[in-house]
């Protein structure tokens, strides 16, 4: 037989099978798509393999979740964490903070340009659940100044043996009753000058402590150390500093129509440099302003900033003020010591009073008790404040400045986490390379959902 026309054979008889086992393999696939069509896929979903829990997600002036047990979950520690009073849950959200600002300067001060910013744009997440004791958790990442921010990821387990409470993960270490706030109801726009100079702000930490005497004192401290950019803060590199902070209510009386507090608090910080020095700087309490106070890298070994801090509060009317100092020694031996203080008050027009945290020692903001709504013709809570603060850089041959503010501001809240603010300072700076005067006027709009 001629070899070409026995190769063409084979070839006829290979794409006939080729053919024949396609068509069939199309057949089935045809016969197992409508086969799952018509069972609407239930075929898939086999009880033994699903999870025993779904995400209840639900909206009641802001965003909540729990997790909720759909069917016996296995195992001990799956039954703990879902069971009704020990389940996750907690509320999702996102902040919002734009501010705009005006300035007028004189002197030798450096010329200050008008502008407009995303303050913080925060995504957060916070909530409960119970392993071994319970615990509270919260998350917080965002944009500021255009760069990436993760503020807060921590753990808290309370309940605990001993330590009371303890904390792990990135927080606010517990310094200053001004810094502490939520940035979403502070008094004013920005910290006050010596705040903003000499405390911790966001440090990695494992924390100890908790509330003491019926919850009126608190008690905490650990070991922190820097591990993600900030935006508020000391300026000092350390990677070891111990800090604590002690509270107490000489006056407490929360069942008052009108309620009357008084706030004590004292802390300290204790840290050492990491080779790139100690530094301290302030802007004027606007953060579209530049640095007007620094006293540059310090080169030192060892630092220790102690403060003090008053409340007192009356129904609309309070008053706040805090003293902080920093001392340390440089590599020549010599020693610094630089210092800050402010006094605050606020009148809430609308009648509200400022809330406190019980737990923490710190204060929570206004909750208005007629929120904005256009059908019922209400405007929210208005708040008027001033602040006076000083800060001194100046030591030695340090010339850091020594910067004198005066402010006042007024903020509508239309809910507990909407408001609006307008603020307007006069900065006074001496004692520097480039003393002048600092005249500004901010004005922020703040949302969260």
């Not at 007028?104 to 997440?125: A, I, K, Y």
């Not at 000499?198 to 004192?217: I, M, S, T, V």
């Not at 030695?396 to 809910?415: E, K, W």
Request: with cysteine; glycine share 10%; net charge neutral.
């Amino acid at each position: 037989m001629d070899a070409t026309v026995l190769n063409r054979g084979l070839l006829i008889t290979a794409l006939l099978i080729a053919s024949s086992w396609t068509l069939g393999a199309q057949s089935d696939a045809m016969n197992s798509s409508t086969t799952d069509t018509n069972n609407t896929w239930d075929s898939h979903f086999i009880e033994s393999k699903t999870l025993p829990f779904h995400i209840n997600l639900y909206s009641d002036n802001g965003c909540y979740y729990k997790f909720v047990l759909t069917r016996p979950a296995g195992g001990e520690i799956r039954t703990t964490i879902f069971s009704d009073n020990k389940r996750v849950s907690g509320r999702i959200g996102v902040k919002m903070q734009v501010d705009a600002s005006v300035f007028e300067q004189d002197g030798d001060l450096s010329p200050v340009d008008n502008g407009v910013e995303v303050r913080r744009l925060r995504v957060f997440t916070y909530g409960k659940t119970f392993l071994l004791s319970p615990i509270t958790y919260g998350i917080k990442f965002g944009i500021t100044d255009g760069k990436f921010y993760f503020n807060d990821g921590y753990i808290w387990f309370h309940d605990v043996k001993f330590a009371g409470s303890i904390k792990v993960g990135f927080f606010k270490a517990p310094m200053s009753l001004e810094a502490l706030e939520a940035t979403s109801v502070t008094t004013f726009m920005e910290t006050a000058s010596p705040v903003s100079a000499f405390a911790p702000g966001y440090k990695f930490g494992l924390q100890l402590g908790d509330a003491l005497f019926n919850h009126r004192a608190t008690l905490y401290g650990g070991w922190y150390a820097d591990a993600s950019s900030s935006d508020t803060g000391d300026a000092s590199q350390s990677n070891t500093r111990l800090i604590g902070r002690a509270t107490y209510l000489p006056i407490d009386n929360k069942t008052a129509k009108s309620p009357h507090l008084m706030h004590w608090g004292l802390s300290g910080s204790a840290m050492t440099s990491t080779g790139s020095g100690f530094r301290y700087r302030s802007r004027p309490q606007n953060h579209l302003a530049p640095y007007l106070v620094d006293t540059g890298v310090i080169d030192g070994d060892r630092a220790f900033v102690a403060g003090a801090e008053a409340a007192w509060v009356k129904g609309p009317i309070s008053l706040q003020s805090e003293l902080m100092q920093s001392n340390g020694d440089d590599n020549t031996g010599n020693t610094f010591r630089f210092g800050g203080a402010y006094i605050s008050g606020s009148w809430v027009l609308t009648g509200e009073s400022r809330r406190y945290d019980r737990k923490i020692g710190v204060f929570q903001g206004i909750d208005p008790s007629r929120k904005f709504s256009f059908r019922n013709r209400t405007w929210g809570a208005l708040e008027w404040a001033v602040r006076a603060s000083h800060l001194d850089l100046t030591d030695d041959n340090i010339r850091g400045g020594v910067m004198n503010i005066v402010s006042t501001g007024l903020t509508c809240y239309f809910t507990d986490r909407n408001r609006i603010m307008l603020d307007c300072g006069y900065a006074d700076v001496e004692e520097s390379d480039t003393p002048g005067d600092l005249l500004f006027l901010q004005t922020r709009f703040e949302v969260q959902f």
